[in-house]
T-cell receptor
């Protein structure tokens, strides 16, 4: 079974530029998450999709970050304009549709390491 | 307040010894789940083990076990017979009550950097 795919793996941009990241989840996984992991910290949820719809974007800085998931499969996360503090690893994860009981782990991709100079 | 607290920024352990990584959590929900993930230097997050709040038995997965003490709100990871390949960052995470709206993103701790020495 193929895992979660992300591209690019690395990106270096200057502040005020824009950048986009792409994620392809595991086939059949309806739920997709984007996390931001700043160096030395644990990942922080930015946005969660279930199929095409946004379930939770309460921690997404909406003045500069946007995300979409067309057709309920691939997703893109965009930053415009980037700031120095956006330097981080952006992790995409996917899982089956949430259920009230039982374990359903989130499967993570390799991440995109963003450096803003 | 921190929802997930990992008090050990770094640990050095001799190969073949058992190691316990601490995790305490804070939630007012009755139904929640606790996870441990491993993050090697390559960066991917690898799922290790899960414990549901209503599970009566401590979870085990091979060399990994979770010491769940609900009253103390702790969910420590125990790795038996550590190996050099266990060297990595380890993150404790929590998923709080499934609200019905589907929001179930994980809240992570800051992690523990485990180094296994030969």
């Amino acid at each position: 079974e193929a895992g979660v795919a992300q591209s690019p793996r690395y990106k270096i941009i200057e502040k005020r530029q824009s950048v986009a990241f792409w994620c392809n989840p595991i086939s059949g996984h309806a739920t997709l998450y984007w996390y931001q992991q700043i160096l030395g910290q644990g990942p922080k949820l930015l946005i969660q999709f279930q199929n095409n719809g946004v379930v939770d974007d309460s921690q997404l800085p909406k003045d500069r970050f946007s995300a979409e998931r067309l057709k309920g499969v691939d997703s893109t996360l965009k930053i415009q304009p980037a700031k120095l503090e956006d330097s981080a690893v952006y992790l995409c994860a996917s899982s089956l549709i949430p259920r009230r009981t039982g374990a359903y782990e989130q499967y993570f991709g390799p991440g995109t390491r963003l450096t803003v100079t | 307040a921190q929802k997930i607290t990992q008090t050990q920024p770094g640990m050095f352990v001799q190969e073949k010894e058992a190691v316990t990584l601490d995790c305490t959590y804070d939630t007012s929900d009755q139904s929640y789940g606790l996870f441990w993930y491993k993050q090697p230097s390559s960066g991917e997050m690898i799922f290790l083990i899960y414990q549901g709040s209503y599970d009566e038995q401590n979870a085990t997965e091979g060399r990994y076990s979770l010491n769940f003490q609900k009253a103390r709100k702790s969910a420590n990871l125990v790795i038996s017979a550590s190996q050099l390949g266990d060297s990595a960052m380890y993150f404790c995470a929590m998923r709080e009550r499934y609200s019905g709206g589907g929001a179930d993103g994980l809240t992570f701790g800051k992690g523990t950097h485990l180094i296994i020495q030969p």
